[in-house]
């Protein structure tokens, strides 16, 4: 898995990538929709990280 300053800097770098296309294209292009489901992919992957780090960490519990 990425870290996170990597991904975030490949979340901009995407994000930046599908506007710039938006004014070229259509929405609705092939081009955009890629760029579109690159940029969810990434984002969900940085939302699994935010996620993990947030959980606390397991303990072992004896019984």
Not at 36 to 55: C, H, M, T, V
């Amino acid at each position: 898995m990425k870290n996170e300053r990597k991904l975030l800097n490949e979340i901009e770098d995407c994000r930046n990538d599908m506007n710039r296309l938006a004014k070229r294209y259509s929405l609705t292009s092939k081009h955009v929709v890629y760029v579109s489901a690159k940029l969810d992919f990434l984002l969900n992957e940085y939302e699994e990280i935010k996620q993990k780090d947030q959980q606390p960490p397991f303990r072992k519990v004896s019984c």
